[in-house]
């Protein structure tokens, strides 16, 4: 694990395919840079987001699920990050 590496457990039981995917967390927060295209969370889900996302795509266990890959990259197209 890195030094900044949080929720170890979780990322542990993922490393060693007894969870299945972790939970998504949120904690308060002062100010988040393009906190803005949150707002856009449930557009993406009215627009078909995740429709189809586990019927077409499966990964193995481990920290991260599709639904986690399919937001941050909606999240990103958002703000513009290429890579």
Not at 29 to 49: F, K, T
Not at 66 to 75: E, N, P, S
Request: aromatic share 10%; glycine share 10%.
């Amino acid at each position: 694990m890195g030094m900044g590496a949080t929720r170890t457990l979780e990322r542990v039981l993922a490393a060693t395919g007894n969870l299945a995917a972790a939970e998504s967390s949120f904690e308060a927060a002062v100010d988040v840079s393009n906190g803005g295209v949150l707002w856009a969370l449930p557009a993406l889900i009215a627009n078909g987001l995740l429709r189809h996302t586990e019927q077409y795509f499966r990964l193995p266990n481990g920290y991260y699920s599709v639904t986690h890959i399919f937001l941050i990259l909606g999240y990103m197209a958002l703000c513009g990050i290429k890579t």
